[in-house]
């Protein structure tokens, strides 16, 4: 008999883009829904990725639920950047971005932006001043630490997936890991997770979504079993984020998805 420290609907582990997407689906189609992530940031590949998704066959319900539903933005499929000062202090919290990836390792880039000063396209000298001056007026920002607030690339995308989580109050657990599925007769019911060094076994009623990239060995370790899905990346973000939005609307029924394909596309087993 397993002794239940915690108890939801579904249980998300991993707080990278597919995570946090599936973690907002759930809650929009009115489950319970706790998300975890065992590092103490949150964000993971995805925030230090360009955001650019690539949408297979059903990536464009999901980019059109996260365009109307939430704060993420995308321009041509790539996350708009976003004001990371709507965060607070779970800015601090955000994953930062790669320094090689930030003007003296510190100013935020679009994409664009990047590419014109990277090959020193024309006018690229006023655009570093531009990304200068718009990194030094945030005075409040500059005065807070030295953590560009205008977010661009993986981190707006994670950023405003993390806004529209705490919107909703969706509770997201940080230095939370997996450590074990727990499995009762032939089916899923929960997990065995390690929070700030403690061990707690929480009750998922309706299945846990595995976004943490690792999902490969537990998947592989429980193959078919019912209540788990298993929507790890392979190699982009935009199935990842797909996957986490049709596993979702899975749980809740008004998916034509089976369970195994979500396993299946992303195991490639
Ligand atoms: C430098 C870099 C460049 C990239 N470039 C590209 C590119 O050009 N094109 C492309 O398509 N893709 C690219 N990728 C890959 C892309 O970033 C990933 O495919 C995508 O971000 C995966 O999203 P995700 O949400 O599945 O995983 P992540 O964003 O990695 O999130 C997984 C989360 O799970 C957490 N986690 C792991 N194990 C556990 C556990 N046991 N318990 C609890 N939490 C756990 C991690 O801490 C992490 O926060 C790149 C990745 C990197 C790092």
């Known amino acids: 008999m397993i002794r239940w420290e915690e108890c939801c609907d579904v249980l998300v582990i991993g707080a990278g883009a597919a995570g946090m997407t599936a973690a907002l689906r759930a809650h929009d189609l009115g489950l319970d829904t706790l998300l975890i992530d065992k590092d103490d940031r949150y964000g993971g590949a995805s925030a230090q990725y360009s955001g650019t998704l690539w ?3 059903h990536g464009r319900a999901m980019l059109e639920y996260l365009e109307r ?4 933005r ?3 499929q790539a996350p708009r950047p976003f004001d990371g000062a709507a965060l607070g202090e779970e800015l601090l919290r955000l994953r930062a971005p790669s320094p090689g990836t930030l003007l003296m390792g510190r100013m935020a880039m679009t994409l664009e932006e990047t590419r014109v000063l990277l090959h020193r396209s024309k006018g690229w000298l006023g655009l570093a001043a531009k990304v200068s001056w718009r990194y030094w007026r945030d005075l409040e920002g500059r005065k807070a ?3 560009d607030r205008f977010l661009t690339q993986g981190n707006a995308l994670v950023g405003a997936l993390r806004c529209s989580l705490s919107d909703r109050r969706v509770p997201l657990w940080l230095n939370c890991r997996l450590d074990q599925l727990l499995i009762v007769g032939d089916r899923l019911c929960g997990a065995r997770v390690l929070r700030d060094g403690q061990w707690l076994n929480i009750k998922a009623r309706l ?3 595995l976004a943490s990239r690792q999902c490969q060995a537990h998947a592989a370790m429980h193959p078919g079993v019912p209540g788990l899905y298993a929507i790890g990346a392979g190699t982009t973000l935009g199935p990842a984020m797909t996957f986490g939005y049709l596993a979702a ?3 809740r029924g008004n998916s034509q ?3 195994g394909e979500f396993t299946l596309a992303l ?3």
């Open 257 to 259: 998805q089976r369970q």
């Open 207 to 209: 299945g846990v979504i």
């Open 69 to 72: 539903d939430t704060r993420a």
């Open 267 to 269: 195991t490639g087993r």
């Open 145 to 147: 630490s030295r953590r």
């Open 249 to 251: 609307n899975h749980i």
């Open 55 to 57: 949408l297979p066959e």
């Open 74 to 76: 995308f321009a041509a």
